[in-house]
């Protein structure tokens, strides 16, 4: 009996407690938004010591440029925009542009503790050479539908492999896959069945 009794007690307490939660707005569903907002505070922090990086990159080396951050799809995004120079900081196919992200996410990291996903752009270069993936994408399927014949385009980063799948993975009727070793990496078109 007494078992009994403690049971419903604790139930009272439970429930007592779950409704001052709701009245307080700290329950369950308040957890997954708090995380939310913790995980995006993160992605703010994150391209603002990526900004300050970058601002200090650009007065050593003497270039103007305007410095965005944005958070996209989970990440930080940083984009540098304005000055003439600023196309020597991404280099013949963005090469450079690779090698600053990557310089860019380890000061990230060393401030923060942890590994970040941040996305670098700078004069435009990333979101224009998208849309020329994504219009390559396309094509390569279509020819794939077209002529029943695979496609193999040339090796590109993972970055635009990705954007190649993407785009391809639109289409239907086709699929996609990558092969080959970096830095020869390539993604190549199959038509369907």
Request: hydrophobic fraction near 35%.
């Amino acid at each position: 009996m007494s078992e009994t009794v403690a049971s419903q007690e604790h139930d009272q307490e439970q429930d007592q407690e779950q409704e001052q939660d709701r009245a307080s707005g700290t329950g369950p569903a308040d957890d997954a938004s708090r995380a939310e907002r913790s995980s995006e505070d993160q992605l703010v922090r994150e391209g603002d010591i990526a900004g300050d990086y970058l601002e200090r990159l650009l007065d050593i080396l003497d270039f103007d440029g305007d410095i965005d951050l944005d958070v996209e799809a989970g990440r930080a995004v940083v984009s540098v925009d304005g000055g003439k120079d600023l196309e020597k900081l991404v280099g013949a196919r963005g090469d450079v542009l690779e090698a600053l992200q990557e310089l860019t996410r380890l000061a990230v990291q060393q401030s923060t503790g942890a590994r970040n996903r941040l996305m670098l752009d700078v004069a435009g270069w990333r979101s224009q050479r998208r849309s020329e993936l994504t219009d390559l994408g396309r094509t390569a399927a279509q020819e794939a539908k077209d002529t029943n014949r695979a496609q193999r385009l040339r090796p590109m980063t993972p970055f635009e492999r990705k954007i190649v799948h993407d785009a391809v993975a639109a289409v239907g009727g086709v699929r996609s896959e990558s092969e080959g070793e970096e830095p020869r990496r390539r993604v190549v078109v199959h038509p369907a069945g």
